[in-house]
């Protein structure tokens, strides 16, 4: 097989521009770093200005003088230039890590403006990877790939990770099969199944693939599990040790490895078949007596997790108890795992902005920028929904068409009556649906529950139809539109604490996400409501 250093220089040149036409800078310095110092020169003179520095751009700064040494006087005072403009800048990239988001993103859309794309690179070198994930996704596509693409490849493996799934698929994609693989060789074990589980099948398989021996089959192991469960998100890197051995024994094992697994402040304690028996501390042992067992100072209040727990039980376990580890278990109580609570705070976050984008029927729209289309598309729905359950209360409201030309006074108190109970209905629903999520919400005390609102509910009704019945006879003049409104505005406040109740409960019987379809249910039964009950009783008394 021809090495790249042996290819013909057309076909290099092609390859390097066709790279570059498509953003595709890690491709060109792979290139660039099996070529000749010579070679390189060769080419730089060959290309038109705009190209010429677009590839100096992609040279590495420890081969730029061996490149330079080659050039022509008046090529060299140009990229020198260039480079040292670079060497000047060095000092703010290093700072970057102490600027705010906006400043970060300011400085590196500026730099790929100008086409200093050596300068980008050394800004996000110097960031932190969750840091430049939250640039990359604050980017618009072009500049997000150009970004991306001057990311180094040890470091692009745990930036995808702080990504969203939609933008880290996308992003993943964008790298080459030996640069994806090399990139995610440092990954944890659960961080790498997160990436692979968001990747389509084929790339998926792939990576899979690519990943040797024993490593492999912990990870096989682990995409066996659900996603949403404590198998889809454990780590198969506990520490563990035997009951019967003693605390110097253990210490001395600890002395041999290179390093301990990320938030570990447990060893978990197993029998000869693998079984969990309970948690010895770290805090512990490093105080207790070197001759001491392991079974006589071992905790065996930490109970294990079984592997197909709900990932929701698993944080709601963490959040009761704060633990910082928990071992993972399958049916006969064999070890399998551990979870952290890096983990539980990513699965908590993630839940918490997916809750806030469904309640807007925005789930799937994790890219800010993504295609018009692709977002026109997903939005459609939803407003197609609103559209519907707008006719519905138009059709309300057109029942009472006369009523309405005789009192134009009702068409302006109208929405007074539909917002109180909304905001009424919105606070009852948000209440069962945080309490649903953490498991406060059950059979037995939803009749409880149901009394408390409704008494909350006449409470708030008759302290604010006075207000409101108030207000309207003085504007109006009219103390039977006083009495309507105020009528209406405490029966939809107890429509809205029933249907805020109700909803939810439903909802989750019938496998709907409350947090999906709750608001619009809700909106459209506090508005007919509403609707009905002032316009009725305004027809019934006044008319």
């Keep these: 097989m021809t090495s790249p250093d042996h290819a013909s220089p057309r076909s290099e040149t092609d390859d390097i521009l066709q790279a570059l036409e498509q953003g595709r800078y890690k491709r060109v310095r792979k290139r660039l770093r099996h070529m000749h110092p010579a070679k390189i020169a060769g080419l730089l003179e060959a290309l038109e200005p705009g190209q010429r520095t677009a590839v100096w751009q992609q040279v590495d700064a420890g081969s730029e003088a061996r490149v330079l ?33 906006a400043t970060q993103v ?13 300068r980008v690179g050394k800004i996000l070198h110097h960031m932190h990877p969750a840091k430049v994930a939250a640039l990359l996704e604050a980017l618009p596509p072009p500049e997000r790939k150009a970004a ?19 933008i880290c698929t996308a992003l993943a994609l964008e790298l080459e099969h030996d640069d994806l693989v090399a990139s995610v060789q440092r990954l944890e074990l659960d961080d790498l199944v997160d990436l692979i589980q968001s990747l389509p099948d084929e790339p998926g398989r792939e990576l899979v693939h690519a990943i040797g021996g024993a490593r492999r089959a912990q990870l096989e ?43 570990t402040d447990v060893l978990m304690v197993v029998d000869r078949k693998g079984h969990y028996q309970g948690a010895l501390r770290l805090a512990t042992m490093l105080t207790a007596a070197p001759e001491a067992r392991v079974a006589e100072l071992m905790d065996t209040t930490l109970a294990a997790i079984p592997v197909n727990t709900a990932a929701g039980e698993v944080a709601r ?5 704060d633990l ?85 006074a009702l068409a302006v108190l109208m929405p007074i009556v539909a917002s109180m109970g909304g905001i009424a209905g919105s606070q009852t629903l948000t209440l069962v ?63 809205a604490a029933l249907a805020g109740l109700a909803i939810p409960l439903l909802l989750e019987r019938m496998g709907i996400d409350p947090a999906l379809a709750g608001s619009v249910i809700l909106t459209t039964v506090t508005d007919v409501v509403g609707f009905f009950a002032f316009l009725g009783l305004a027809t019934v008394l006044l008319i």
């Excluded at 991306?148 to 939609?166: C, I, N, P, Q």
């Design 69 to 101: 040494a080659h050039l022509n006087a008046e090529l060299v005072r140009q990229l020198a230039g260039d480079s040292a403009e670079a060497a000047h800048e060095l000092p703010e990239a290093e700072a970057a890590e102490h600027h705010d988001a």
């Design 106 to 118: 300011q400085a590196v859309r500026e730099a790929l403006a100008a086409g200093k794309l050596k």
């Design 148 to 166: 991306w693409s001057m990311v180094e490849t040890d470091r692009a493996g745990k930036v995808l990770t702080y990504l969203h799934d939609e």
């Design 221 to 263: 192991s682990m995409l066996s599990y659900p996603e949403d469960s404590a198998g889809g998100i454990m780590n198969a890197d506990p520490i563990v040790v035997r009951a019967d051995v003693k605390l110097n024994t253990v210490l001395r094992y600890l002395r041999l490895l290179e390093n301990l697994p990320a938030q």
């Design 317 to 321: 376990r963490f959040q009761d108890l």
């Design 324 to 408: 910082l580890s928990a071992p993972v278990v399958d049916d006969e109580g064999v070890l399998l795992g551990r979870i952290t609570v890096d983990d539980v705070v990513d699965l908590i976050r993630e839940d918490s902005d997916r809750a806030v984008m469904q309640m807007a029927g925005l789930d799937e729209e994790a890219d800010m920028f993504a295609p018009v289309l692709v977002s026109s598309r997903r939005r459609a729905v939803w407003l197609g929904i609103n559209l519907v359950t707008a006719f519905l209360a138009a059709w309300v409201i057109g029942l009472f068409e006369s009523t309405l030309q005789d009192l134009v």
């Design 433 to 495: 649906i945080r309490g649903l999520a953490l498991g406060q919400v059950q059979k037995g005390n939803t009749r409880l529950l149901l009394n408390r609102e409704v008494g909350v509910s006449i409470l708030n009704g008759l302290l604010w139809a006075a207000v409101v019945a108030l207000l309207a006879v003085l504007w109006f003049g009219n103390w039977g539109i006083g009495g309507v409104i105020a009528a209406a505005i405490l029966i939809n406040l107890l429509a």
